[in-house]
């Protein structure tokens, strides 16, 4: 439910900086950006409990460095993909860009989610049974 709730605050924050016309959009943008900033958290706790899972030997420093590594490579190719769609379609360009793939991911997290409560992994293979069956 936090993620949908902060994913919605962010694509509201990046569609608001898409029409910002004066200092209210701009006011409200920064509020929810406030709201969506933690968006992320669920993803990265899982990421790192599945690191956790799968390396048990790696040390948290390790972890953090990896995730902060994902962190740049994104802000590198992101930043070069917002200044072509803002050079093509000007300011609304890479904000309604950004608004629509927060909501996909938002979107593909929650399938995910379905999918993962619904059913199991066992032995590294996909299961077809509840996960109330599996062991």
């Known amino acids: 439910m936090h993620n949908c709730v902060a994913s919605a605050s962010l694509v509201g924050a990046q569609l608001c900086w898409a029409f910002a016309n004066g200092a209210r959009e701009v006011n409200l943008s920064g509020l929810l950006f406030l709201l969506g900033g933690s968006a992320s958290l669920p993803a990265r706790t899982e990421l790192t409990k ?51 793939t927060i909501a996909g991911a938002a979107a593909a997290c929650v399938l995910f989610h379905f999918f993962i409560f619904h059913f199991c992994f066992c032995a590294n293979l996909l ?3 509840p996960s109330s069956t599996c062991t």
């Open 50 to 100: 599945q690191i956790i899972e799968e390396c048990p030997d790696m040390q948290g420093g390790e972890i953090a460095a990896g995730l902060s590594n994902m962190d740049s490579m994104t802000k590198i190719v992101m930043a070069q993909m917002y200044a072509l769609l803002f050079t093509r379609y000007g300011q609304k360009g890479p904000f309604v860009f950004a608004a629509f």
């Open 127 to 129: 299961c077809a049974t």
